[in-house]
DNA sequence: GCGTCGTTGCGTACAAAGTACGCATCCGGG
DNA sequence: CCCGGATGCGTACTTTGTACGCAACGACGC
């Protein structure tokens, strides 16, 4: 007896083919599905090569997606727009990209690579410090919307380039002779400041593109008439701090001075512990 | 000349009404188009009154979705699984919050008041600051979810829960004598690192409940396999603070670690200005 | 009691967004 | 010339927020 093929996808009976190689599936769609659960298991990027223009590819969907986010924040990136921005259909990018959070993970290590790390060792440990920071404080004014999906130290390994900013600020404590548990610990606070100082500055960056806080110079500058922060009667004081001079906005400014109050904490740690920077 | 009367809402011409008041629109639902604009007009919150189940309140509402969130995330909040939570209609909810967004932020302010403010005067500086972070810490592993609608000191008037928190924290400062800029960037300093760890915190959850890191306590009771961070290769400092006891997991030590630090480089700046604690 | 308005509940409907599915097409090899 | 690998993309379905308008209930003046 003859033995009777089945579609590779679907399964049905298979009469085979009239010529040439025996058929594998019964219908065009069933060897699209085959090919898509080939490529769902395997989550290799396409290899990238061709002429760079007009072919769609990982490395231009993704630098699309950049500008859209750049331009208008996380929350205007949609499929749809990044294809119009390619001037493609929305579902070609499927193609290339797994899903829209494939894709705004790839949009985060990309854009984490537009400020390079430091590649000459730190004079000393809080010039490191201080070097990283400044590194991150860079890429948050210039991707604001990658924050959220930025973790601290401690969860880097969910990206790559993540985890190597922060072995490249970890390389601070090298010379000393510290444990590296406490290293460890520095890292965290260290990291945590950074990105709680980073979470107002991409705040500020969502609320003045809806223009909440358009007037914010203005209101400053006006004598900070409505404001209910200046007022002294519900927040003392918060109004006495705005009164005698305190700028919520120059955000750079408040960076570096709590950034000098964190690394001071350090210093006082390594003191009490002996060590000398 | 008898002057023509015309529809409050829509304009057109009205004939008088039959017998009684003269009619003020054409048809009910021009009435109820002016009553929606008035309303959008005034945001003025339904009184609150009534036996306080079965009918539909805001407060009602507010507490269906700080379940929902609770449990699920802010992701799972929909205005339809509210109203399912509640056993009415998804419409129903807008005759008492404006949006989706206005819900928020009703929510926010309701779950603040979970964790109540200390009444009483703090011992000290420190001890006020450590009151008011293990304050933030509570409330943010009970809601999680609130931490994308928080802004740091800087930004707290945007919400009166908010600005409460940081004038308690800032009372701390009280006794000393102290510019209150100083005072201000020192609060600068503290909210940016409380809210850095929460960050961390809130990923975890999140990514807890899509069961990203469902292994993460297994993985390092069984010798820490897989996890790229312990191999010693690619990140061999972070490598080696994992192997030397580091625990990336323990939040809770880490951020009781943190602040002390911070509160550290607090006290060396005050110290550095001659004030004593 | 009847008509009108203020107010509330809610069903219908529409506009975005993510994406599953399958067709059409081009390419390379037998 | 046929088949499978790979790509572009139109169609369609789901889930979301929410605009709109109808129906109903209570209060109040006639």
Redesign the pocket.
């Known amino acids: 007896m003859s033995v009777q093929l089945a579609c590779a996808s679907c399964g049905r009976v298979l009469e085979p083919?009239?010529?040439?190689?025996?058929?594998?599936?019964c219908?065009?769609?069933c060897?699209?599905?085959?090919?898509?659960a080939?490529?769902a298991e395997t989550p290799a990027r396409?290899?990238e090569s061709d002429d760079g223009a007009r072919?769609?590819t990982v490395e231009r969907i993704v630098r699309a997606g950049i500008v859209v986010a750049d331009a208008e924040g996380l929350d205007?990136?949609?499929?749809?727009?990044v294809?119009m921005e390619l001037g493609?259909?929305?579902?070609?990018l499927?193609?290339?990209v797994a899903?829209?959070?494939d894709l705004v993970t790839l949009m985060v290590e990309a854009a984490m690579a537009d400020v390079p790390l430091p590649d000459s060792p730190p004079r000393n440990w809080r010039h490191g410090l201080e070097r990283a920071a400044y590194r991150d404080w860079e890429l948050y004014h210039r991707h604001p919307w990658i924050l959220p999906r930025v973790m601290v130290t401690t969860r880097a390994y969910f990206s790559p380039a993540l985890a190597a900013d922060s072995e490249s600020a970890f390389s601070s404590f090298d010379g000393l002779d510290l444990e590296p548990a406490d290293a460890f610990r520095y890292m965290f606070m260290f990291a945590s400041y950074v990105q709680g100082v980073a979470l107002i500055l991409v705040s500020d960056a969502e609320a003045e593109r809806q223009s909440k806080i358009a007037a914010k110079q203005g209101a400053k500058a006006s004598g900070h008439a409505q404001d209910p922060l200046y007022e002294p009667g519900a927040y003392p004081r918060l109004a006495r701090a705005m009164r005698a001079g305190a700028d919520p906005w120059d955000l750079d400014a408040l960076f570096a001075s709590g950034l000098a109050g964190v690394l001071d904490g350090i210093a006082a740690d390594l003191t009490r512990r002996g060590i000398d920077a």
């Open positions: 083919a009239d010529r040439g190689r025996p058929r594998l599936y219908s065009r769609a060897q699209a599905r085959a090919y898509r080939r490529r396409v290899p072919h769609l205007a990136l949609s499929m749809r727009r294809a493609t259909g929305t579902m070609s499927y193609r290339h899903s829209k959070d």
